[in-house]
T-cell receptor
Framework: DVKVTQSSRYLVKRTGEKVFLECVQDMDHENMFWYRQDPGLGLRLIYFSYDVKMKEKGDIPEGYSVSREKKERFSLILESASTNQTSMYLC????????????FGPGTRLTVL | GEDVEQSLFLSVREGDSSVINCTYTDSSSTYLYWYKQEPGAGLQLLTYIFSNMDMKQDQRLTVLLNKKDKHLSLRIADTQTGDSAIYFCAESLWNNNDMRFGAGTRLTVKP
């Protein structure tokens, strides 16, 4: 079974703090993704990576950065957390393109006070 | 980018059929997916259909694709309380790494 794990299920941070969200997959997938999920808005892509050290901006990259130093790990960084970044963050990995589906982690619910 | 649209809520009685609808606008979409998200969990793939198919059936699930109208539906037969969840429609292009998701339909099953 493909396993995608996220470092925390729940996280509470203060405005201005630097926040790291970690994601690890164990299936040697090329592609990894970070989404945020908000009620009524569905999933919005923040960043994705199609290879080590490679990254592409998604639909809402502002206020976020990412790091992919190793194939299995994809980190989302909030340089200076703000209250409008309170959300559910979902990580996913995907082997390739076409019929290959995305496999999701359980999500991290981040609250910024 | 192109949008994937779904209605936000659906409520049915246990034992009835549920039909969740989705429209997409990118005629180049090659694969269309249905995901299920249970409370507090990530998304789990239910099924997918290739764009040259009209229908796919898997036990209680039936996926219908109308490519002319860019309409995708998921029918759940004999809906159970355990089917209560958010259902996401998603599309993928053949040569793209990413996928586009709808906003999700919250299905509530009443006993």
């Amino acid at each position: 079974d493909v396993k995608v794990t996220q470092s925390s299920r729940y996280l509470v941070k203060r405005t201005g703090e630097k926040v790291f969200l970690e994601c690890v997959q164990d299936m040697d997938h090329e592609n990894m993704f970070w989404y945020r999920q908000d009620p009524g808005l569905g999933l919005r892509l923040i960043y994705f990576s199609y290879d080590v050290k490679m990254k592409e901006k998604g639909d809402i990259p502002e206020g976020y950065s990412v790091s992919r130093e190793k194939k299995e790990r994809f980190s989302l960084i909030l340089e200076s957390a703000s209250t409008n970044q309170t959300s559910m963050y979902l990580c996913a990995s995907r082997a390739g393109k076409g019929a290959d589906t995305q496999y999701f982690g359980p999500g991290t619910r981040l609250t910024v006070l | 980018g192109e949008d994937v649209e779904q209605s936000l809520f659906l409520s049915v009685r246990e034992g009835d059929s549920s039909v969740i609808n989705c429209t997409y606008t990118d005629s180049s979409s090659t694969y269309l997916y249905w995901y299920k998200q249970e409370p507090g969990a990530g998304l789990q793939l239910l099924t997918y259909i290739f764009s040259n198919m009209d229908m796919k059936q898997d036990q209680r699930l039936t996926v219908l694709l109308n490519k002319k109208d860019k309409h995708l539906s998921l029918r759940i037969a004999d809906t159970q309380t355990g089917d209560s969840a958010i259902y996401f429609c998603a599309e993928s292009l053949w040569n793209n790494n990413d996928m586009r998701f709808g906003a999700g339909t919250r299905l509530t099953v009443k006993p």
